[in-house]
């Protein structure tokens, strides 16, 4: 009995009193029950910091018509490109860098100077009087603002292991709900003064900055939210430095026989050198996959709106930014039931691989219809684009849900900010490329009107379906491979 007792002593786990991760461990073990708490507290910081990214599509075209850098209609979705893609550009320059700043001094203030940046470069934004500006605030908004690696790994770390796929689908239901809310809010609160004339006059701040209503809105959201941030836990463990002082020796000599505590040696005899996390297959290929459907799906983004809100001459839907509004409304709504409901039981059914993998080819020939769709008129067109947008929306978060499931499981927690930083640099120079990219290839596929071989936005929607069929291709092995512990 005595040795049985000395056994169970052994593999009790031995937590830190002053260490906040083990402070997130000792209450997920006398937690019970769906964590309703925590998954409001990460999907609201989340939501805040997705809405300006790209808030901006459905009043971008206008906004690069005022600042009268275009020489001629067609020339304005190049120009909005070189916008959308700057924001991407500055998170890829300093995304490694929060990572190793979440790994060594914590989650939680990375989250709150990413959320403070959203409150300060966002709405500074909205008063953008030039191009040049307008890209500068952009720029500095995506390069102080590394939120999103650090809270992935958040995710997985305050959640018990049966809700750890709810906890990052939490993440991504969030991120992809504020990629949509954050368009419909531009659309509908852009240009106020021409909107809601008896509400805002034309010689108002809103009258002469007419994009900065919007941008308000979600920075004063934001501004909360940074306030509220700052009782959230933390959940780095931050023992390794002194464990040796405040341990008793007997713990020390004992606790190379306790498989669950390997740091305590660790510190007697220095720390074991990390693994290499660029040679870490598993991690790596996760990470391609993401970046191939992350640049899909962000040139899909701007495309969408720049498509919606042009003339018809050039195969658009002459919408306007509250029509572009509505639209993107509806599959928020829709995009929040799926993840919320669905798409954990498809997860623990299918995998995260195969949700992945079928996913990425259903959008295939939902993209292939969008052309077509911009035949109909009135009441059949709202319809079927609806329709649409929601699954096209709700197919595209699956699959990122499932990549960062892969990605987070593929290292330890004391790499894991790192990972999502690295994540996030090569994602950022891909989603950069998205919107520069769609741009210009918007502004091109609108003047080839009368070709032969895929006019107009035909040719568009053909080069989103080749990258989708690219992503879709990178989710088999030996492209993409799961971490077996």
Not at 191 to 216: D, H, M, N, T
Not at 274 to 280: F, G, H, P
Not at 429 to 444: C, D, N, Q, V, Y
Request: proline letters at 5%.
């Amino acid at each position: 009995m005595a040795v049985e007792e000395q056994k169970e002593a052994l593999l009790k786990k031995h937590y830190y009193e002053n260490c906040p991760g083990c402070k997130v461990e000792k209450l997920k073990e006398s937690q019970g029950g769906l964590p309703i708490r925590e998954l409001f507290s990460i999907w609201i910081v989340v939501l805040c910091n997705a809405l300006p990214i790209s808030s901006l599509f459905p009043f971008l075209y206008f906004m690069i018509r005022d600042f009268h850098i275009a020489e001629r209609e067609e020339d304005i979705g190049y120009y909005a490109g070189y916008v959308g893609c700057s924001l991407m550009l500055g998170r890829a320059l300093t995304s490694v860098l929060w990572g190793v700043v979440a790994d060594r001094y914590g989650r939680k203030p990375v989250i709150i100077t990413g959320t403070i940046a959203v409150v300060i470069f966002n709405t500074l934004f909205g008063l953008s009087v030039n191009f040049w500006m307008a890209i500068a605030m952009r720029f500095l908004l995506g390069s102080l603002n590394g939120l999103y690696g650090p809270i992935k790994a958040y995710a997985t770390e305050l959640f018990r292991e049966e809700y750890q796929a709810l906890g990052v689908s939490t993440v991504s239901t969030a991120w992809g709900i504020g990629l949509i809310i954050g368009p419909a809010l531009g659309g509908y609160l852009a240009q106020p003064a021409e909107k809601f004339p008896s509400i805002f006059s034309k010689e108002s701040v809103f009258g002469r900055f007419p994009y900065f209503l919007p941008c308000l809105t979600i920075s004063f959201f934001a501004l909360v939210v940074c306030v509220a941030s700052c009782w959230l836990p933390e959940t780095l463990h931050m023992h390794h430095a002194n464990s040796e002082l405040d341990e008793p020796r007997e713990d020390v000599e004992t606790a190379s026989l306790e498989a669950g505590v390997k740091c305590k040696m660790q510190n007697v005899k220095g720390k074991a050198p990390k693994k290499s996390l660029l040679r870490n297959w598993p991690l790596m290929s996760a990470i391609i996959a993401y970046c191939v459907f992350s640049l899909h799906d962000m040139a899909y983004s701007e495309i969408f709106s720049l498509w919606a809100v042009s003339p018809r001459q050039y195969g658009g839907l002459s919408y306007t930014t509250e029509d572009v509004g509505t639209v993107l409304s509806i599959s928020g709504a829709g995009l929040l039931i799926f993840q919320t409901c669905l798409y954990p039981y498809m997860d623990r059914l299918l995998g995260p691989i195969l949700v992945a993998r079928i996913c990425g080819a259903l959008s295939l020939p939902l993209l292939s219809s969008y052309p077509f769709i911009a035949m109909l008129t009135g009441l059949s067109l709202s319809i079927v684009l609806n329709c649409a947008s929601v699954v096209k929306n709700v197919l595209s978060l699956s699959v990122f849900t499932g990549l960062f499931l892969l990605q987070n499981k593929a290292v330890d927690q004391d790499q894991r900010g790192a990972a999502n930083g690295i994540a996030m640099t090569a994602m950022s120079l891909f989603k950069a490329a998205g919107p520069a990219g769609g741009g210009t290839l918007f502004s091109w596929a609108q003047k080839r009107q009368d070709a032969a071989f895929l006019p107009g936005d035909q040719m568009i929607f053909f080069i989103l379906n080749v990258v989708a069929a690219i992503g879709v291709l990178m989710t088999f092995k030996p492209f993409l491979v799961e971490r077996r512990d």
